[in-house]
Every structure is written in C-alpha cells, then in structure tokens.
T-cell receptor, first 111, second 113 residues
Framework: DAKTTQPPSMDCAEGRAANLPCNHS???????VYWYRQIHSQGPQYIIH???NNETNEMASLIITEDRKSSTLILPHATLRDTAVYYC????????????FGQGTTLQVKP | KAGVTQTPRYLIKTRGQQVTLSCSPI?????VSWYQQTPGQGLQFLFE???????NKGNFPGRFSGRQFSNSRSEMNVSTLELGDSALYLC????????????FGQGTRLTVV
C-alpha cells in the first residue's frame, strides 16, 4: 500500500470549512483513499473513501486530484465535536481487512 | 443495529500473565480485524479473521494470537505479558474485509504492571 503524508496538526474556526490535505504520490491505479477519524479515547470512525472521482456524504467531501497523488478531506462546517485525529489511508487489493494508519492530522476546532 | 462490542473495557494484568480479549462484530459482518494502539507506535494492525480463518497478519510476535468463532465473534490472546503490551486494543468489523467500511469498537485498555 502506498504511504501517505499528512500535516501533524491544523486549526479551524468553528463554523468554517476544514480542509485536510493528504499526499499519496506513490498511489497505484487500483488503490483507494480512505479517511478515518479518532476522537480522543474512542475507536476510529469511518468518514469517506474514493478511487478517483470526488465523493460526498453526510459527513464530508473527498476531493482527489486528477493525477491521484493527493487528496483533500473537507468538513464543510466544522464544529467543536469534529476535533479529532484524522487519518488518510491508501488501501489496495491483497490487504483485505488491513488498514495501515499513519500519524494522522490532529484537527483542533476552536470557538 | 448494535455496534462492535469489546469486552472488557479495562484490564490490569501482571507481567508474565496471559490475557484474552473479546470482540463481537456487527451482526452479519464476517471480517474482524484487531489493532494495537500505543502513544509511541500509533495504530498498528495485528491480524484479520474472516470466516474463522486468519486471512492477514501484522508484524507482531507469536505471543499475540487470535481466533474467530462460527458466529463471527473473535478473541485475541496475549501470552507472557510484557510491560510494552500496555495499550488500547481495538477491533473492527466489516462485511467482508474488502473495500467496505470498517466499524471500530471502543477498545479494551490493557495495563500491564
């Protein structure tokens, strides 16, 4: 699975959009990009995933660049409850059931 | 529907002992994966079980083992506990362990003294 690079921390004002970047320059054609988050002392929570098209669900949007070497998770209206560690994971075939977590980005939403 | 249930939530053990942790996946899910989370190493994959068979394994010593029952419930066992085994142990369940989303339990906090 390709490695990912994320900034260690970011701040965001409550009510504003939070844009979390992820670099995955070695991603291959059949690898998906997944995002999870972990609120303090809880299990990680699935947010969204995509292959090459932009994706949106009730929690967030995922924007993947055309060359697929980077992506951005967008939380459209961040709240204090969105304060968490956000993990970007690249996952391919052959690693069923296995998620490789990096260090993630700690997002602090401030009032 | 009920989420992933892990028991117990907290556990204190002595070095050299063994411990068994339990995970009940979401009904209908056949894949269960286990992870260890420590402040130093972050979240690390231990192993995955699917239909009672270990399908994938991380880089952990043989002291860490697991199994899955016919109802998809899973247990992991750590023998000869070391201080460094103190961690949050998380399990995740998914329908088939492929590209479907994984749902995590709240974890078991193990402290080895």
């Amino acid at each position: 699975d390709a490695k990912t690079t994320q900034p260690p921390s970011m701040d965001c004002a409550e009510g504003r959009a939070a844009n979390l970047p992820c670099n995955h320059s070695t991603i291959s054609g059949n690898e998906y990009v997944y995002w999870y988050r972990q609120i303090h002392s809880q299990g990680p929570q699935y947010i969204i995933h995509g292959l090459k098209n932009n994706e949106t669900n009730e929690m967030a949007s995922l924007i993947i660049t055309e060359d697929r070497k980077s992506s951005t998770l967008i939380l459209p209206h961040a709240t204090l409850r969105d304060t968490a560690v956000y993990y970007c994971i690249v996952r391919g075939f052959g690693n069923t059931g296995k998620l490789i977590f990096g260090q993630g980005t700690t997002l602090q939403v401030k009032p | 529907k009920a989420g992933v249930t892990q028991t117990p939530r907290y556990l204190i053990k002595t070095r050299g002992q063994q411990v068994t942790l339990s995970c009940s996946p979401i009904s209908g899910h056949r894949s269960v994966s286990w992870y260890q989370q420590t402040p130093g190493q972050g979240l690390q994959f231990l192993f995955e079980y699917f239909s009672e068979t270990q399908r994938n394994k991380g880089n952990f010593p043989g002291r860490f083992s697991g199994r899955q029952f016919s109802n998809s419930r899973s247990e992991m066992n750590v023998s000869t506990l070391e201080l460094g085994d103190s961690a949050l142990y998380l399990c995740a369940s998914s329908l088939a362990g492929d590209f479907t989303e994984a749902f995590f339990g709240q974890g078991t906090r193990l402290t080895v003294v």
